[in-house]
């Protein structure tokens, strides 16, 4: 059961960065945005790690181990999705980012002994992919075919989060508070010498309360929790069940825009978050491999 809390803890973090953004702009640019939930992000899990007297590692296999997630999480789908939303609209490109859980629950059987690709759980991928389609409306697809880049771009996002997954599920052995700490560090520095090159971070002037509220959303919900949490989930529920989060994030982003930012609620959000519903219980309760012995455990709150 705690599983099934911290993954809908995860999935509501997440969601809400979608109306924080939106927010956040209000008083901030989107670089500076990405470097602050970043640092912030970095910043608390390194006090806690360091309260509970734990220790970063930085050898060649740890730092690998952070990058991969760092590049491959963070900084180039963030890249890919900004690039491809230019060109994108906001419905399509929700539609493009189905393909990860998609070809996470592929992928894993080849890369993971116990993770199985079964008739149940493909029927969830088709109910998650038919909830976007309900949320976004089959009008998202007229664009299909147009502006080709954009679109790859937004693919190459959904395939860099999926490819992450699968690599912390077979490969990453580290315990979770280090991993997250280590690969947001990582982010975090590449990310903050674009915000200075490119905008002007310490001019917030026109930053009231809510935008620096939402900031601190993104930071300490969307990035510190979420990434800590992110880290424990994937081995103890498996890549193919981890990302099915992908198909419930747009619909709860729907819900907190109409709860944060006054958007009008619209029958086919309840519709979209009912069949996506369907599609993780089909996907989660498919044959489960036999019990392993886990790799690490939740490190306890300070």
Avoid at 133 to 154: D, R
Wanted: net charge neutral.
């Amino acid at each position: 059961m705690h599983l099934v809390i911290l993954w809908s803890l995860l999935a509501v973090s997440w969601s809400g960065s979608y109306a924080a953004v939106k927010i956040g702009l209000d008083g901030f640019g989107p670089f500076t945005i990405v470097a602050g939930r970043l640092l912030i992000g970095a910043g608390m899990l390194y006090v806690i790690m360091r309260f509970r007297a734990g220790q970063l590692p930085v050898n060649g296999p740890a730092l690998l181990a952070y990058a991969v997630p760092a590049l491959f999480g963070n900084l180039v789908p963030f890249l890919l999705i900004g690039f491809g939303e230019l060109h994108v609209d906001s419905g399509l490109a929700a539609l493009l980012m189905g393909i990860a859980p998609v070809v996470t629950v592929m992928l894993a059987p080849l890369l993971i002994t116990d993770e199985y690709l079964t008739p149940r759980s493909l029927f969830g991928i088709a109910f998650g992919l038919a909830g976007l389609l309900v949320l976004v409306g089959t009008t998202a697809l007229s664009g299909l075919g147009q502006h080709v880049t954009g679109q790859l771009a937004i693919l190459g996002a959904a395939l860099c989060y999926a490819g992450t997954t699968l690599y912390v599920r077979r490969w990453i052995t580290l315990p979770p508070l280090q991993m997250a700490t280590g690969s947001l560090v990582l982010s975090a520095i590449p990310a903050t010498i674009g915000a200075f090159a490119l905008e002007t971070p310490f001019e917030t002037g026109n930053a009231g309360p809510a935008p620096i509220l939402a900031l601190l959303y993104l930071g300490v919900c969307s990035t510190a929790a979420a990434t800590l949490i992110y880290f424990y989930l994937v081995p103890h529920l498996g890549a193919g069940r981890m990302q099915q989060i992908n198909f419930v994030v747009p619909a709860l982003g729907t819900l907190f825009g109409v709860a944060l930012l006054g958007e009008p609620l619209q029958a086919n959000a309840l519709a979209s978050l009912a069949l996506i519903t369907i599609a993780v219980y089909l996907v989660t309760s498919a044959r489960r491999p036999s019990p392993v012995t886990l790799r690490h455990d939740m490190p306890e709150a300070p």
